[in-house]
């Protein structure tokens, strides 16, 4: 089969292959045909070493196709099953999960530490566990969830992860409140994802800021009120709080000058909540007084900030009922062999999310 395959951390392009071959489905394992991936910031992380991915690898976490093999063991999934890759399953046993946090399961670490294609003599991961720009992977059978057949690949792709998450963060993490204040820093796919989130819960105001022109005119199609540059922040801030701040600021960038950003922009009281995956030694200070005197809650979330099962239920839900448009955020729709052209347009700025064809 065909794969597209980072070599070395900081490689700017990926190398399509042909004969990559998979490990045999053995027990609790499954195979999935894939038919759709989408291309996520995060992938970029990955092969830029923000985040931490040994290589060779196969990049893509957020997937759907069809079960071909099921391994012993394997109940609840049948060949022909449609199936969105979750890269961070939960196990369903351990105190994370008995409390309802299934975001927080570290079971899924386990997928993460054996290679999961081979080709030319060399064994490849796939990034976090999955590795979903290949035809077809053996994934550890909590990584196959089932995704009704009403829903379209392409659309279950943008489930397994992104879509989860910015949807999420609003709706669970968050709780964004009716007639409330927001400000999303950041209009990537998950940014889009947010404020799709913030409207579905009622907010009366959703700021967007991004420096892409172009994202800022998606953030007002998809339900942003005002969408402005870094720059303009300080002036939308002051023209609609009096200066007090936002509600809700969401940090959907990654990076600690943003996290900063959004914490001046929040209200005393307000909430930021940092939804943006980044670097392991990028620091964010702040001094103790402002953090008791301000009472502003910092709130990290994590793959939507509750159990990924109900946030893909979630999702799936107010798709079918029309409150979120998730065909609207795929700008591209590539097959295979164009997924560098797609990997430079996503580093412009130029796409939310592409969909790879597979």
């Known amino acids: 089969m065909r794969a597209a395959v980072l070599h070395e951390t900081g490689q700017e392009k990926l190398e399509v292959h042909e004969g990559v071959t998979l490990p045999e489905v053995g027990p609790g394992k499954v195979k999935v045909r894939l038919r759709a991936a989408s291309l996520c910031h995060s992938d970029l992380s990955a092969m830029s070493g923000v985040l931490p991915q040994p290589a060779p690898f196969v ?12 391994g012993e063991g394997v109940e609840g999934l049948a060949v022909g099953d449609h199936v969105v890759v979750c890269w961070m399953p939960p196990c369903g046993r ?31 991961f796939g990034f976090s566990g999955t590795g979903t720009f290949a035809e077809e992977s053996v994934v550890a059978a909590g990584c196959a969830v089932k995704l009704p057949d009403d829903v379209p690949f392409e ?11 910015g949807v999420g963060a609003a709706i669970h993490t968050a709780k964004v409140e009716p007639g409330s204040s927001v400000v999303v820093i950041g209009c990537g796919g998950v940014g889009i994802a947010a404020i799709q989130g913030a409207r579905v819960a009622g907010a009366a105001q959703i700021v967007a800021v991004d420096p892409v022109a172009g994202r800022r005119e998606w953030a007002l199609r998809f339900g942003a009120t005002e969408a402005v540059a870094p720059e303009g922040l300080a002036e939308v801030q002051q023209r609609l709080t009096g200066g007090e701040g936002f509600d809700y600021a969401f940090e959907v960038v990654g990076r600690s000058s943003t996290v900063r950003a959004a914490y001046d922009a929040v209200r005393r009281g307000g909430a930021l909540v ?14 103790m007084f402002e953090l008791f005197f301000n009472e502003k809650r910092i709130l990290p979330s ?13 999702v799936i839900d107010l798709w079918r009922a029309g409150r979120l448009d998730l065909e609207g955020m795929v700008t591209h729709h590539v097959r295979l062999e164009g997924i560098n052209d797609a990997v430079q347009q996503m580093r412009s700025g130029e796409a939310l999310r592409t969909v790879i064809d597979l």
């Open 59 to 70: 990049p893509g976490h957020e997937g759907a196709g069809e079960v071909t093999e099921v």
């Open 302 to 314: 994590l793959y939507g900030g509750t159990d990924v099962l109900r946030g893909y239920r979630t």
């Open 274 to 287: 940092v939804v943006g995956a980044g670097a392991m030694d990028d620091m964010v200070q702040f001094n």
């Open 94 to 124: 351990c105190p994370s999960c008995v409390r309802g946090e299934g975001n927080l399961c570290l079971a899924g670490f386990a997928n993460m530490g054996s290679p999961n294609y081979h080709h030319d003599g060399t064994d490849i």
């Open 155 to 165: 659309v279950g792709a943008l489930i397994g992860c992104g879509v989860t998450t």
